[in-house]
């Protein structure tokens, strides 16, 4: 099974751009590897998912490399609003299980 | 759509007692899971369903019971409620196709203590 690793928290400044990177051993050939953040109080909620290479949204963009050992969620620009804590999840296509990650606290400063 | 929707939003329960955490989404999604979340700690998923009929646990299912007999409603029922099982539990729904996961629609969750 793969397991997910992140930092457990990051700070940062406003306008600035924040890339927070997630490590996913063993992931299956099948797997896609998707992004969540989470304000406190409220459920989580998704940012962006991808397969391979790079993919890109209005919020953010994801940057896996070829080995797909590792995924980078890019926030470009952030404001006070994206202090969060942001998950990464590994969806397993081959068991059904789902890895999650222990979370990022992102702290962003003025 | 109201998307995901749980009810209660908080619940106080003695040792021992029983309840069920409702969950209802209106997204026609085929999948839906339950999952707990401790205090300062990342997901943990309880059970799932990926369709109307089918359950299967995740990774911490001891004290807890689901059925599905609708794609709308996903309940989450404890027995013998026990202190570890303070949490705030969320309910998420999504469409999975392709073979692969989909996004996930999370309720606002319900704030469970058990004392």
């Known amino acids: 099974l793969a397991k997910t690793t992140q930092p457990i928290s990051m700070d940062s400044y406003e306008g600035q751009e924040v890339n927070i990177t997630c490590s996913h051993n063993n992931i299956a050939t099948n797997d896609y590897i998707t992004w969540y953040q989470q304000f406190p109080s409220q459920g989580p909620r998704f940012i962006i998912q991808?397969?391979?290479?790079?993919v890109t949204n209005e919020v953010a963009s994801l940057f896996i490399p070829a080995d797909r050992k590792s995924s980078t969620l890019s926030l470009p620009r952030v404001s006070l609003s994206d202090t969060a804590v942001y998950y990464c999840?590994?969806?397993?296509?081959?068991?059904?299980?789902?890895?999650w990650g222990a979370g990022t606290k992102l702290i962003i400063k003025p | 759509n109201a998307g995901v929707t749980q009810t209660p939003k908080f619940r106080i329960l003695k040792i021992g007692q029983s309840m069920t955490l409702q969950c209802t989404q209106d997204?026609?999604?085929?999948?839906m899971y339950w999952y707990r979340q401790d205090p300062g700690m990342g997901l943990k998923l309880i059970y799932y369903?990926?369709?109307?009929?089918?359950?299967d646990k995740g990774e911490v299912p001891n004290g807890y019971n689901v059925s599905r007999s609708t794609t709308e409603d996903f309940p989450l029922r404890l027995e013998l409620a026990a202190p570890s099982q303070t949490s705030v539990y969320f309910c998420a729904s999504s469409l999975r196709d392709r073979g692969h996961y989909n996004e996930q629609f999370f309720g606002p969750g319900t704030r469970l203590t058990v004392l």
């Open positions: 991808g397969y391979k290479t790079k």
């Open positions: 997204m026609n999604h085929n999948y």
């Open positions: 999840l590994v969806g397993e296509s081959s068991n059904y299980q789902l890895i």
């Open positions: 369903s990926v369709g109307a009929g089918i359950t």
